[in-house]
């Protein structure tokens, strides 16, 4: 039961082409953004989609897969867990941000 502590299982479609940052001490970071949809029917019977953003993050080996292979709107599944940093903008006003550091990655849909 540890390992559910802290658990994100995610099925989107990707907003924009991945981000790919190589890191000075050699390490790879992907960065990109998730949508997840929902969809229900509101009082009247009309049906509502409810579009959610995810920040997700990925290193190494999975950054390699994503930088390769993952482009705006391409399908995915990912596992991972919830992270929040901190730090300070220009102005010297703290921020945060909780962002989904990806584990594991699933490519879904066609070609």
Request: charged letters at 30%; a positive charge; glycine letters at 10%.
């Amino acid at each position: 039961m540890n390992t559910l502590r802290n658990k994100v299982q995610l099925i989107g479609n990707l907003g924009k082409d991945p981000e790919i940052v190589n890191l000075e001490s050699g390490k790879k970071l992907a960065k990109f953004t998730l949508a997840t949809n929902e969809s229900y029917k509101n009082a009247q019977g009309e049906k509502i989609t409810d579009t959610q953003w995810h920040q997700i993050v990925a290193w190494g080996k999975t950054a390699d897969v994503i930088e390769k292979y993952v482009t705006k709107g391409k399908e995915i599944a990912i596992d991972g867990k919830l992270t929040t940093r901190s730090w300070e903008d220009k102005d010297g006003i703290k921020r945060y941000t909780t962002e989904v550091v990806c584990n594991e990655l699933l490519m879904l849909g066609g070609k």
